[in-house]
């Protein structure tokens, strides 16, 4: 069935391969559309598409048979699915009296956490939570996943981890205090509504107080936009001043935020990503734990698919001593193109 791109829903699954007018391969046969897919065929300016007749579905957070999710970590998917949907109700509950239901975060984010500890590629389990439509939901997900994990990386026990990864999932629990027109306004905000977005902070110190006796996750809600050179909010705290714990989740907050859609920004390539973090590193971003971050992301991407900025696609094999955050690449036409030499040439997508 031929329809106009701005007709396709959320869903929908590709019937034969999609090109661009310069016949640049956008999108397979077979895919199941997202918004993501979506844009991007606006962005290449494609106009019609072919869709399986009765294909559409609705899709929230995941959809549980999506194809592109390693059978490594299809079991993880219904635990995602409730975390986030958890988030949404605890959102909704904390807007409407001020509390939330404590035990309700360790019932979805406990199951998780033991998974994670099985699980070593965690750029698939990002790629996969990056799936979702809802960014405010996933982020506080993803951001609890990352901070469990830089936590272990940096040598926190078990217990310490788990409890930096819950302060991470709760970290943007004081948005649901803010006008949703002022989160989900697409152009740049005025200095009003920057000063009423970065209350969040507060609200969530607030409510994370008021409806559990986590003391370190209110503080890690305080203080996750204070940055080490005492540029950030509330506060402008110094290095020291930070709870630890919060330096961890600025670190997964940034990468996170950066590496998704929202509704004023595009998402970034992950590497790109990285290589932003590393600059941040000095001076604004704990420099143990960002570039702990770093390193340990580093090998989650060996065997990666990728596109490029050329339209074509292939493997990262090795991860360059010289540019970290250019690889070697194998194409799928048997070449080899080194990134680190081929400055004109960068990776546009990094995929499961």
């Not at 996750?217 to 001043?241: C, D, I, M, S, W």
């Not at 194409?331 to 499961?352: N, S």
């Amino acid at each position: 069935m031929r329809v106009h791109v701005t007709d396709a829903q959320p869903g929908d699954r590709l019937q034969s391969d999609t090109y661009n007018d310069n016949g640049v391969p956008v999108l397979t046969k077979g895919t199941t559309l997202r918004h993501d897919d979506i844009r991007k065929l606006l962005m290449h300016n494609v106009e019609y598409i072919d869709i399986e007749a009765g294909a559409s579905k609705s899709v929230h957070s995941f959809a549980p048979d999506e194809p592109a999710a390693p059978d490594s970590l299809a079991h993880i998917v219904p635990l995602f699915t409730d975390a986030i949907d958890g988030v949404e109700a605890m959102f909704l509950s904390a807007s409407a009296s001020g509390q939330f239901n404590s035990h309700r975060v360790d019932e979805l984010f406990a199951p998780i956490v033991d998974e994670l500890a099985q699980q070593k590629d965690v750029v698939s389990m990002l790629l996969l939570l990056g799936q979702g439509d809802e960014y405010t939901y996933n982020h506080s997900l993803e951001v609890g996943v990352l901070s469990y994990y830089l936590a272990i990386w940096l040598g926190y026990s078990q217990e310490e981890a788990y409890a930096a990864g819950r302060a991470g999932y709760l970290h943007d629990i004081g948005k649901c205090m803010v006008p949703a027109h002022i989160l989900n306004k697409p152009a740049k905000l005025t200095e009003e509504e920057f000063r009423e977005v970065k209350k969040h902070t507060q609200y969530g110190y607030d409510l994370i107080r008021n409806s559990t006796s986590d003391e370190i996750a209110a503080t890690v809600a305080l203080q996750h936009h204070e940055r080490e050179n005492g540029t950030g909010y509330p506060h402008g705290l110094f290095k020291e001043e930070i709870h630890p714990f919060a330096r961890i989740t600025a670190v997964a907050d940034v990468y996170s935020a950066m590496t998704s859609n929202r509704v004023y920004q595009s998402r970034q390539e992950l590497l790109a990503v990285l290589r932003e973090l590393h600059t941040m590193s000095f001076g604004h971003l704990d420099p143990v734990a960002t570039q702990t971050f770093i390193r340990h992301m580093l090998p989650n991407f060996i065997k990666k698919k990728v596109l490029l900025t050329n339209g074509q696609t292939g493997t990262i094999i090795l991860n360059n001593p010289v540019d970290y955050f250019r690889p070697l690449i194998k194409m799928d036409d048997g070449r080899f193109i080194d990134l680190a030499k081929e400055r004109d040439l960068a990776i546009e997508e990094v995929y499961i």
